[in-house]
């Protein structure tokens, strides 16, 4: 090392930045493997999607509101099934005149069997179908409003004013649909006179009862017939929550 002490520092730099190297690529690695697979039956859960002519793959996860109960109550290996309108990245809000970027997703109730998401405080006012309500995670509520109750507080999502009415626990942006705020369904998704016939962009994810054999529940899922009820989609099939991160597929 005495001797060939240039060759000995170059070797020693070298072979810090090589582990440094190695030990980020492990932590993206880590970051990008555990998309949504902290939920308590994440490897159960799958999202549905559909062949849709719309869309210039093939196939598509943007379904109809009522396709998760139909599923639900027409499948027994069905455990749960939850209809979820996610997020877009980039979307904005208004709070107090300033503007700021803040994810929004739409439910009902369902969502709260499925996510292990609680409400902490306030009313569920914000699942009624057409509320002007919201509810806030308690992670955005401390960054927009420090210590102050975010309660009564009036959010613009660029439409229209809401009036925050409850604080829920926070999920891990880590996941596909993460949410600063929820927001209730459109009237119109509930009708039962056209919900069927519009094309919208709400997700249908199920989670399945343990040990069924998956392949022949897919097999079951993509013979079933919805020409009846959609003129958009048909021959289901389903991907892993945890690995619709990898996904690019709308």
């Not at 799958?46 to 599923?71: C, D, I, M």
């Not at 609680?118 to 002007?132: M, N, Q, R």
Request: aromatic share 12%.
């Amino acid at each position: 090392m005495l001797k060939y002490k240039n060759q000995t520092l170059i070797s020693v730099i070298g072979l810090a930045v090589g582990f440094t190297c190695f030990a980020l690529s492990m932590l993206w690695i880590r970051y990008e493997m555990t998309f949504d697979s902290f939920h308590k039956n994440a490897g159960q859960m799958y999202v549905v999607y559909g062949k849709n002519s719309f869309s210039p793959l093939g196939n598509s996860r943007y379904t109809h509101y009522p396709l998760a109960a139909y599923l639900k109550e027409t499948f027994p290996e069905i455990a749960n099934a939850i209809p979820l309108r996610p997020a877009f990245r980039g979307e904005k809000v208004t709070v107090e005149g300033v503007e700021t970027t803040a994810l929004t997703i739409a439910a009902d109730s369902s969502f709260f069997r499925m996510f292990d998401v609680k409400i902490l405080e306030g009313s569920i006012d914000f699942l009624i179908t057409g509320s002007k309500n919201i509810a806030i995670t308690q992670e955005k509520a401390r960054q927009l409003f420090g210590n102050e109750n975010p309660i009564g507080k009036t959010v613009n999502n660029g439409i229209e004013d809401l009036s925050i009415c409850a604080v829920v626990s926070n999920m891990s942006k880590r996941s596909v649909y993460a949410f600063d705020f929820i927001s209730s369904f459109y009237p119109d998704d509930l009708d039962p006179n056209i919900n069927w016939m519009v094309f919208c962009a709400d997700n249908t994810i199920i989670e399945l009862v343990s040990g069924i054999n998956v392949k022949d529940f897919e097999k079951k899922l993509y013979e079933l017939d919805l020409s009846g009820r959609s003129p958009f989609i048909n021959n289901l099939t389903i991907k892993p929550l945890t690995k619709l991160h990898y996904r690019r597929i709308q």
